[in-house]
């Protein structure tokens, strides 16, 4: 397959092309269809003079430019997002030590517990989640893809080479691997239902018995609902609100725990050493193991922290957390520990007790802000998220409305955050805004960062290609510390812990249903392909009609087999015949001149046409100025005045577009569950979801459905 580009206009400059993140998985199946056909013709010499690029080489060669921020540009960022990244792990403190329960503590009890948090934010939140683990010299790269065939030239890539050909060629583990990760996405996604449920306007019945509990959780509800309505306006706008917020919260926090440890226990600071860790649990035995469950929720927000890289960067999120987010907490626990040392009949109410009687409604009104900010992380990693597995093919197609021109990974679905919003308000309701929500938060919390820790694992050796000493310390450290938290939170999963499975099984059908159906269509698809001979015999044997025919189709390689099933009900063909595919590429716009990628089938009168659109362009297909725009693509490849003259006629005479609609159905040789996955969960969410080709605006009046069964 040969494809050939318009002449290309000077690069966008950085403001114009601001890239985040491209689909991988899309262009490798690209490069890998073909390849073949590129070293081909290269060793042939063909060409005619024409350059050979497949999509992915033209997308590589334009768009996969570098791009860099300056330092302000960086500090803008880390602002940003204070209020959409750390809004959840920067609230913690105001539920943390008022979830442990202890039998009449004493010094040495919150000196340990105290002493187990900053371990413990310091390992995961610092270390883990901002520690680069690649292991790789700091000398240039040199290796060629041909050094993996030498046997000595690494011991290291030796290792990982076979460990990449293990997996490569092991199905069994690359579902596994698939089913991990997919489990931690749709775990997340309850991460994200739950997260918004926690409130903070608890502290105010400690300020009033006529306040009940159904007050705080009506206050609760009405605060979500706002919440989950302003997502709309995108996270630039949402983080620019919330931001400042933030900066409230963690400056008031920094200073009230400075305050906290200097008047009542200024050896607070003495847990840092971890001795004090051993010490609590010979005192507390069994108990101390319990507390672990309430303790885990000082690292609420860790787990998503990079999430929401698409809405940032790396060094944004690292200097926001190194800055202000890491040593405010640090204060801020010190000195609720170093106040409850003195106060310890206060430890169900720490945080609001704790609080000077000065600023007790300022800050009342700050906590309560900065926890509906606490919510944001959550739901703009959910959104992340979606739209990562749609890109994959893991989740069927929802609206993603992108809310920035400049930062592509900042997106909203009303979908999923409509559904969001009915799940916080269901659980806050159901629960009561009760302690349950926490023992839930903490489940999820937990497994999110053991799915983590095994992913980065396999990450740190196939693509870092660290040192597997450095990976197996990794895994064995952190799982071993999550693997703690895990056992003490399994004892809440009848008290709330359940919540989180629920949202991930609901979640994972809907995931494994589309995956595997998606799969199954491509088997298919990929086996009952028209072949070359198959094709031209087909169209040649027709009568051919004046005009233009749109095939619109996913594969950009081969002919669907929907084109023959087509083909066989009707009794003419348009004299021009065009293969469409839409690709969206990680850059705000394509310019008009780089639209199309053009291809010349057999025989006469046959094209293929890959047409680029960035994530804001408009995929507007209505009247006749698109259509003029692919034939106007098509004759810079014509070879001679007569084919030029056979497209002007076929745009003079009309155009019709054909859309395909398929349905999967498996047959009796498959087992029971197999069939219930395809012909009732799979066929029901591709009725009621978003079809590949529900964003383009196209002409109802030129537009014809070709519906299809695929028996498997």
């Known amino acids: 397959m040969e494809y050939h580009h318009r002449p290309h206009s000077p690069p966008p400059s950085d403001d114009d092309v601001v890239i985040i993140q491209m689909n991988a998985a899309a262009i490798a199946a690209v490069d890998e269809r073909s390849s073949t056909n590129e070293v081909d013709d290269a060793a042939a010499g063909k060409g005619g003079g024409l350059t050979r690029r ?110 990449l050909k293990f997996l490569e060629q092991s199905t069994k583990w690359q579902a596994v691997i698939t089913y991990i990760v997919l489990a931690g996405t749709c775990m997340v996604l309850g991460d994200g239902a739950l997260t918004p449920a926690i409130s903070a306007v608890q502290g105010i019945q400690s300020r009033s018995s006529s306040i009940t509990q159904a007050h705080v959780v009506l206050l609760s509800v009405i605060i979500l609902f706002i919440l989950f309505f302003f997502q709309k306006h995108g996270t630039s706008k949402v983080s620019f609100t919330f931001s400042p917020i933030m900066i409230l919260w963690f400056t008031f926090v920094a200073f009230i725990g400075l305050y906290n440890i200097i008047k009542h226990y200024p050896p607070i600071l003495k847990a840092v050493s971890p001795h004090y860790i051993i010490i609590y649990f010979i005192r507390n035995k069994r108990a101390a193991w319990e507390t672990l469950g309430a303790i885990v929720l000082c690292i609420t927000g860790a787990e998503a922290m990079f999430a929401d890289l698409g809405h940032f960067n790396k060094s944004s999120i690292q200097m926001a957390f190194s800055v202000i987010v890491y040593p405010s907490m640090i204060l801020a626990y010190a000195g609720q520990a170093a106040f409850l040392v003195k106060n310890p009949s206060k430890l169900s109410t720490t945080f609001y007790s704790s609080t000077p009687e000065p600023i007790f409604w300022p800050m009342f009104i700050i906590a309560t802000l900065a926890a509906i900010v606490a919510s944001q992380a959550l739901i703009s990693a959910s959104f992340s998220i979606i739209r990562q597995s749609i890109a994959l093919g893991c989740f069927p197609r929802v609206t993603m409305k992108h809310t920035s021109g400049k930062h592509e990974g900042q997106v909203y679905s009303p979908e999923i955050n409509y559904f969001l919003m009915v799940a916080c308000i269901l659980i806050t309701v159901g629960f009561k805004g009760g302690p349950e929500i926490g023992q839930a938060f903490g489940v999820a919390v937990i497994f999110v960062m053991l799915f983590t820790t095994n992913l980065m694992t396999v990450v740190m050796l196939i693509i870092w290609e660290s040192n597997i000493a450095l990976a197996s310390l990794f895994f064995v450290f952190f799982f071993s510390i999550e693997g703690i938290y895990m056992t003490s939170l399994m004892n809440k999963i009848l008290q709330g812990g359940w919540v989180p499975f629920a949202i991930t099984a609901f979640f994972l059908i809907i995931t494994l249903s589309w995956t595997y159906g998606r799969s199954k269509k491509g088997e298919y698809e990929l086996a009952n392909v028209m072949e070359r001979e198959e094709f031209i015999k087909t169209v040649t044997t027709r009568s051919r009609v004046p005009g233009v025919c749109i095939f619109c189709t996913d594969m950009m390689n081969g002919i669907p087999p929907i084109v023959r099933h087509y083909v066989q009900h009707v009794a003419s063909l348009r004299e021009l015949m065009v293969f469409v595919t839409i690709r969206v590429l990680p850059v705000r716009t394509v310019l008009p001149e780089e639209r199309f990628i053009i291809d010349k089938l057999e025989p006469v009168g046959v094209y293929r046409c890959i047409v680029q659109y960035g994530y804001m362009d408009n995929h507007n297909m209505e009247g006749d100025d698109y259509v003029a725009s692919v034939i106007a693509s098509l004759k810079e490849i014509a070879e001679n005045d007569d084919e030029i003259l056979v497209l002007d006629s076929a745009l003079i005479n009309g155009s019709t577009f054909v859309l395909g609609r398929t349905i999967i159905k498996m047959g009796t040789r498959h087992n029971c569950l197999k069939r219930f996955f395809i012909n009732n969960l799979y066929r029901f969410l591709q009725k009621n979801f978003r079809s590949n080709m529900s964003s383009l605006k196209i002409n109802p009046g030129k537009t014809l459905q070709v519906g299809m069964l695929y028996e498997i």
């Open 54 to 163: 497949t999509f992915s080489q033209a997308y590589k060669m334009k768009h996969r430019m570098p791009l860099e921020f300056t330092w302000r540009q960086v500090a803008l960022l880390s602002f940003q997002s204070l209020g959409v990244v750390y809004g959840d792990l920067g609230t913690s403190p105001l539920y943390v030590f008022s979830s442990i329960s202890l039998d009449d503590p004493g010094e040495a009890d919150f000196v340990g517990i105290l002493s187990i948090i900053l371990w413990t934010f310091t390992m995961i939140c610092l270390v883990k989640y901002h520690v680069n683990f690649k292991g790789n010299m700091p000398v240039p790269v040199t290796h060629l893809a041909s050094d993996i065939n030498l046997k000595f030239h690494s011991k290291k890539r030796i290792l990982t080479s076979k460990l």
